[in-house]
């Protein structure tokens, strides 16, 4: 079946400027998180929903970062006014159920954003 | 102390050789444990989890979970030039049951030389 899907794939934009990452969860999938991966780091976190409940938004940086889940299925970061420290790969992963061992975590293909 | 801890590497194992990857974690209370495999440019894929102390083994990979010392491993057998790539141990976080967001090390990067 379909996997996770993240659009655009690349993302360049100038500094100053708001942009929007979509994440697409696999089908049926409870659970929707948001990482954000610099080079040679393993991904770290930023947010995460459980339907369309945000549980936890601590990882965001500041609060130029937001991210919704308004109907439980597709997600939204928005970073307003970006920065050229907000370049990096922002990575989405959805996990299917509460319990273990439904918290297996499945990414996507990642957005890569460069600011300039 | 980093809450998830590995060796960043590069490990080099010879083709056909047993390659042991390593990760030690700082929350005594974390229940779920999982190995991601990433390639160059691609993202993390997940390989294996492990739940309760000891092996759990699933074709050419073997993860083997120690809660008292705190201490997660992976071992890949018969490694493969395809195995090359960086391994990423993660961690859940919290007590609950409830799906939580996973804690990464750094990842360690394993080259298998043909």
């Known amino acids: 079946g379909a996997g996770v899907s993240q659009s655009p794939r690349y993302k360049v934009t100038k500094r100053g400027q708001d942009v929007a990452l979509r994440c697409d969860p696999i089908?049926?999938?409870?659970?929707l998180y948001w990482y954000r991966q610099a080079l040679g780091q393993g991904p770290e976190f930023l947010t995460y929903f459980n339907y369309e409940a945000q549980q936890d938004k601590s990882g965001l940086p500041n609060d130029r970062f937001s991210a919704e889940r308004p109907e439980g299925s597709i997600s939204t970061l928005t970073i307003q006014r970006t920065e050229q420290r907000d370049s990096a790969m922002y990575r989405c992963a959805s996990s299917l159920a509460k319990g273990i061992p439904y918290n297996e975590q499945f990414f996507g293909p990642g957005t890569r954003l460069t600011v300039l | 102390q980093k809450e998830v801890e590995q060796n960043s590497g590069p490990l080099s194992v010879p083709e056909g050789a047993i390659a042991s990857l390593n990760c030690t974690y700082s929350d005594r209370g974390s229940q779920s444990f999982f190995w991601y495999r990433q390639y160059s440019g691609k993202s993390p894929e997940l390989i294996m989890s492990?739940?309760?102390?000891g092996d759990k083994e699933d074709g050419r990979f073997t993860a083997q979970l120690n809660k008292a010392s705190q201490y997660v491993s992976l071992l890949i057998r018969d490694s493969q030039p395809s195995d090359s790539a960086t391994y990423l141990c993660?961690?859940?976080?919290?007590?609950?049951?409830?799906?939580?967001?996973?804690?990464f090390g750094k990842g360690t990067r394993l080259s298998v030389i043909a």
């Open positions: 492990i739940y309760s102390n």
């Open positions: 089908s049926g999938h409870v659970s």
């Open positions: 993660a961690v859940k976080r919290g007590l609950t049951e409830g799906n939580t967001p996973l804690v």
